[in-house]
């Protein structure tokens, strides 16, 4: 018999969300880099996409590479389609 626990821990506000903030990394363990025809994908755990988009039903990402000095990392933000609007004559 396994016993499972799972704690969700909710992050405090900010008291001033324009401000620019630090970085705060979270490791999520070592995830395999899988080859799939041409391509290479990874998996991301849908928690942590949950946790930073709020939502994961029909999410789509717009990916990028940012480079600072030796740093390099890819950056995921979420692409906002709006609906069209319907004009009936």
Do not use: Y
Not at 53 to 75: A, I, P
């Amino acid at each position: 018999m396994f016993l499972v626990f799972l704690m969700i821990v909710k992050s405090p506000k900010k008291e001033n969300p324009e401000k620019e903030s630090e970085f705060i990394e979270t490791d999520f363990g070592k995830r395999k880099i899988s080859c799939v025809n041409q391509s290479r994908m990874i998996a991301i755990p849908k928690m942590a996409l949950k946790n930073a988009f709020g939502s994961v039903d029909g999410l789509t990402v717009n990916v990028s590479l940012v480079q600072n000095g030796r740093e390099k990392f890819l950056k995921l933000s979420p692409v906002v389609e709006q609906e069209k609007e319907v004009v009936s004559e």
